[in-house]
């Protein structure tokens, strides 16, 4: 989608610090970051929210759980992330493209805010 932030990280319009990329799924750092770890994982086509992917979609959700642990290995946080996906402004997505929020690199509380 053409104004979609996140299709445009994906087509290489905007830049950002890649750590991982496929011919599915993208990751990067966020510029927000709420750890010391904290990488946003999406899809490179666009999907809105975890509850718009139909049945077809099954294979590309699994990729990205398993860029997921990819990521945390090459990093070195294997041991201790959360991963993370909001859906909806009022779960505090901000950006209207599925995306995880990897997060690791301090003690994560439970519940969550």
Avoid at 1 to 17: D, P, Q, T, V, W
Avoid at 44 to 67: C, F, M, N, V, Y
């Amino acid at each position: 989608m053409a104004n979609c932030l996140f299709c445009r990280i994906a087509s290489g319009e905007i830049n950002s610090r890649i750590v991982y990329e496929d011919p599915d799924v993208l990751a990067f750092m966020d510029l927000n970051p709420q750890a010391p770890t904290h990488i946003l994982i999406i899809p490179r086509r666009h999907l809105d929210r975890l509850t718009s992917a139909a049945p077809e979609d099954a294979e590309l959700l699994g990729k990205l759980q398993l860029a997921a642990a990819k990521i945390a290995a090459d990093l070195k946080v294997e041991g201790a992330f959360r991963l993370v996906t909001n859906n909806g402004r009022g779960a505090g997505q901000s950006v209207d493209h599925l995306h995880y929020h990897l997060l690791a690199g301090r003690k994560l509380m439970w519940p969550p805010g």
